[in-house]
């Protein structure tokens, strides 16, 4: 899964807002489905941008990421090496398409856990659970320094 980090989370609460709000989602669009909701937040390419570059090569989400190679100059392979130096990786982008990171699903109740791919409600569900779980894994990760007490004033 992504390092956890304050920009990874923000831009995950952000793509499931802007999703939630959307009248616009699209399972089967490149930049109007799962994965392309969180790549118009992080590179601040408009979702016919995303869909024209992914246009260029076959497949969805999953199968250009099977393809990926940062050196390619295929415009969705920018797309997608931007999105891994932000912070993620191929990994959690194939789950995000297909709502199915095992760390996540298990974050819900039992009988919630039967996402559907393309609903999206439980894309908006999923994301706000792997933002929760990156936040709960960023606050397990900060240490705080050991407060000594203060000097006593000698009288």
């Not at 909701?37 to 979702?47: E, H, N, P």
């Amino acid at each position: 899964m992504a390092k956890a980090s304050l920009p990874l989370i923000d831009a995950i609460r952000k793509a499931a807002k802007n999703l939630d709000q959307s009248k616009e989602y699209q399972w089967g669009h490149m930049g109007s489905c799962n994965c392309g909701f969180l790549a118009q937040q992080v590179t601040k390419l408009r979702k016919d941008e995303i869909h024209a570059r992914a246009m260029e090569r076959y497949g969805d989400w999953t199968e250009q990421l099977n393809d990926y190679c940062p050196t390619s100059g295929l415009p969705l392979d920018e797309v997608i090496s931007e999105m891994i130096a932000f912070g993620f990786d191929a990994h959690d982008l194939k789950h995000l398409e297909k709502l199915s990171d095992p760390a996540i699903l298990r974050s819900f109740p039992l009988g919630q856990r039967d996402l559907k791919h393309n609903v999206k409600k439980d894309v908006v569900a999923y994301m706000m659970a792997w933002a929760d779980l990156l936040e709960q894994e960023l606050l397990l990760n900060i240490k705080l320094p050991e407060l000594k007490e203060p000097a006593k004033a000698e009288v």
